[in-house]
C-alpha cells in the first residue's frame, strides 16, 4: 500500500430511489458500488400512508390502492434488473409507508 491510500470496505449499501430517471441512476451506481465491493445492497423507497396522502391530495383511497401497487411493481422491477445487470445475489427492495415527521 502506498503512503496515503486508502482503503475502502463497504458491506452494506442503502440507495433510495423514487423510481424517475434520476433515481434509476442512483441505483445503478449502487449496483455497480455492490458487484464492486461484493456486499448488500438496499433499494429503499418511501411513501406517504394513506391518512398523510389523504390530506394533501384529492384522490380517492382506490387511487392511492393503485399507486402503492405500481411502487411495488417498480420495486420488483428494479432489484431484478439490479440482479441481471450486476449479478448480484443480495440486493433488496423496501418501500415503507409512514407518515412524514
Known amino acids: 500500500m502506498a503512503l496515503g491510500e486508502t482503503i475502502m470496505e463497504l458491506h452494506r449499501i442503502l440507495a ?10 442512483a441505483v445503478a451506481r449502487a449496483g455497480q458500488l455492490a458487484a464492486q465491493y461484493h456486499c448488500q445492497l438496499t433499494v429503499f423507497h418511501a411513501t406517504p400512508d ?10 380517492h383511497q382506490s387511487h392511492y390502492a393503485d399507486i402503492t401497487r405500481n411502487a411495488g411493481e417498480l420495486m420488483r422491477e428494479e432489484v431484478n ?12 427492495g423496501e418501500i ?6
Open 16 to 25: 433510495a430511489t423514487d423510481f424517475s430517471a434520476a433515481g434509476h441512476a
Open 50 to 59: 394513506w391518512t398523510s396522502f389523504s390530506q394533501r391530495a384529492t384522490a
Open 81 to 92: 434488473w439490479l440482479g441481471r445487470e450486476y449479478g448480484l445475489t443480495t440486493v433488496r
Open 96 to 101: 415503507h409507508q409512514d407518515r412524514a415527521t
